[in-house]
């Protein structure tokens, strides 16, 4: 597993959490990333858990190619409902509220300040075809770290 470095400066009055290597789609979490980007932890778990329940969309603005209308999108058309990688986000958000805890933040208050999700190793695998053939077939996965602040 590669251990990868945060992309920024801890702040004093801050706290952070990393995650490497999840098994989740790249385009997914970059999508969910920037929905939940300034929302308050809170609040971003509630949406991400209504996600999973298939109640409200996460709008595709960028990888929207073939991306079906969904209903309740305020100023969007396009959105899917992406179940596993909303999941892994509760954990991380999760994780990085028990880390401003630690450190004395109240957990009431805490703003998602950064938030990133970045393409992380494909691991190859071969599809064994007919007459001894195989195709190569990779799995993806993605780095996502997150800061948080008191607001």
């Known amino acids: 597993m590669a251990r990868t470095a945060y992309s920024i400066k801890p702040e004093a009055d801050s706290a952070r959490a990393k995650a490497n290597e999840l098994p989740i789609s790249p385009k997914h979490s970059i999508e969910i ?9 809170g609040d971003a778990i509630a ?3 209504d996600v999973v329940a298939l109640k409200r969309a996460v709008p595709f603005r960028r990888f ?7 209903r309740g999108l305020n100023g969007w058309d396009a959105g899917r409902y992406p179940v596993k ?4 986000f509760i954990k991380l958000i999760k994780s990085v509220e028990k880390n401003a805890e630690y450190i004395g933040l109240d957990t ?3 703003v998602i300040t950064h938030i ?11 599809f ?16 996502i770290e997150i800061a948080v602040k008191e607001a």
Do not use: F
Request: charged content about 30%.
């Open 33 to 41: 990333a920037r929905e939940v980007r300034g929302m308050k932890t």
């Open 47 to 49: 949406y991400l858990e």
């Open 64 to 70: 929207n190619r073939d991306v079906a209308h969904k």
């Open 85 to 88: 990688a909303s999941s892994y």
């Open 108 to 110: 009431e208050n805490l």
């Open 116 to 126: 990133s999700a970045a393409r992380g190793r494909r691991m190859k695998g071969i």
């Open 128 to 143: 064994p075809r007919a007459m001894g053939r195989a195709t190569p077939k990779y799995a993806e996965s993605v780095n």
